[in-house]
């Protein structure tokens, strides 16, 4: 299956910075990403679905100008969290869809943030 | 819209026995995907098996295979012969619309401990 990286593994910065967490798809090309954010011992919440080469679609609830998203290459999505708050502390953690077999989706190893 | 239900509390197993970790669903579509991720203390989303609506037959994985009882609308994950490796959170997750870029619903999951 598809592998994916994510970078950095973990952060801490302090309340009111910026972060940017990259995805990338190593061995093919996605043409779509998902960000999903989890809190500790809870279940993956679906943040936005990452389109390449266009704007992404975020689901009901979430800030788009707080969680910004680019996909700018085939085997790129950003996740800039702006001005983060310490509720902002999570992981997040990204996938790529598969178009082959079960079109199941491949994470990535996670990001954890932690705002001070 | 699709939901998908895991009740069941921490399970615990004795290593090199059998264990069912539950899993109910309800879509109204015909069309649906039903996955198991497993999620260790690292946090990496693992891809573990799927079952797709039309599958007549139960899916199998080497250890892994999916009691999927579509009238009751469950797709259970039987894990034979536990090992200690086997310990982490299992999450079901549902897909409808087996096309490219759909979303993945995911349950609450269930921590599963194995015991030597």
């Known amino acids: 299956g598809a592998v994916v990286s994510q970078h950095p593994s973990w952060v801490i910065c302090k309340s009111g910075t910026s972060v940017k967490i990259e995805c990338r798809s190593l061995?093919?090309?996605?043409?779509?990403m998902f960000w999903y954010r989890q809190f500790p011992k809870q279940s993956l919440m679906l943040m936005a679905t990452?389109?390449?080469?266009?704007?992404?679609?975020?689901e009901q609830g979430v800030e788009k100008d707080k969680f910004l998203i680019n996909h700018a290459s085939l085997t790129l999505s950003t996740l800039t969290v702006t001005s983060a708050h310490p509720e902002d502390s999570s992981f997040y953690i990204c996938?790529?869809?598969?178009?082959?077999?079960?079109?199941?989706?491949?994470f990535g190893p996670g990001t954890r943030l932690t705002v001070l | 819209a699709q939901k998908i239900t895991q009740t069941q509390p921490g399970m615990f197993v004795q290593e090199k026995e059998a264990v069912t970790l539950d899993c109910t669903y309800d879509?109204?579509?015909?069309?649906?995907?039903l996955f198991w991720y497993k999620q260790p203390s690292s946090g990496e989303m693992i891809f573990l098996i799927y079952?797709?609506?039309?599958?007549?037959q139960n899916a199998t994985e080497g250890r892994y295979s999916l009691n999927f009882q579509k009238a009751r609308k469950s797709a259970n994950l039987v894990i034979s012969a536990s090992q200690l490796g086997d310990s982490a959170m299992y999450f079901c997750?549902?897909?409808?619309?087996?096309?490219?870029?759909?979303?993945?619903?995911f349950g609450k999951g269930i921590t599963l401990s194995v015991r030597p």
């Open positions: 990452s389109n390449e080469g266009s704007k992404a679609t975020y």
């Open positions: 997750a549902m897909r409808v619309n087996t096309g490219a870029n759909s979303k993945l619903t």
């Open positions: 996938s790529v869809e598969e178009l082959a077999g079960y079109n199941e989706q491949f």
């Open positions: 879509t109204s579509d015909q069309s649906y995907g």
């Open positions: 079952q797709g609506s039309y599958d007549e």
């Open positions: 061995d093919f090309q996605a043409t779509t």
